[in-house]
Nanobody, 115 residues
Framework: QVQLVESGGGLVQAGGSLRLSCAAS????????MGWYRQAPGKQRELVAT???????NYADPVKGRFTISRDNAKNTVYLQMNSLKPEDTAVYFC?????????WGQGTQVTVSS
């Protein structure tokens, strides 16, 4: 089992920045994908960004050019740097780890962007 613990959410004004972190409870030695998803009230959970253990990234169109995903494999941690935040970025952000046949989710962290 792996636990994922997110941090870094909060309230920010439009145009501001936040950095989310997600730490896995143990080292992952197999090839894997870590990423961020978000869910706004009344909407389905959606992809934000993912990054493979080999460094390949994927971004949702609404965040391209504003958000940057990175990871520190030695610390079992993935980050999401969010710049130029917009009110429509308001959501609960979830960390996800996919490794082999296993799929783990964090508990989520609230991001609120005020206009």
């Amino acid at each position: 089992q792996v636990q994922l613990v997110e941090s870094g959410g909060g309230l920010v004004q439009a145009g501001g920045s936040l950095r989310l972190s997600c730490a896995a409870s143990r080292s992952i030695f197999s090839r894997n994908v870590m990423g961020w998803y978000r869910q706004a009230p009344g909407k389905q959970r959606e992809l934000v960004a993912t990054m493979t253990s080999g460094g390949i990234t994927n971004y949702a169109d609404p965040v391209k050019g504003r958000f940057t995903i990175s990871r520190d494999n030695a610390k079992n941690t993935v980050y999401l740097q969010m710049n130029s935040l917009k009110p429509e970025d308001t959501a609960v952000y979830f960390c996800r780890l996919q490794v082999l046949l296993d799929d783990y989710w964090g508990q989520g962290t609230q991001v609120t962007v005020s206009s």
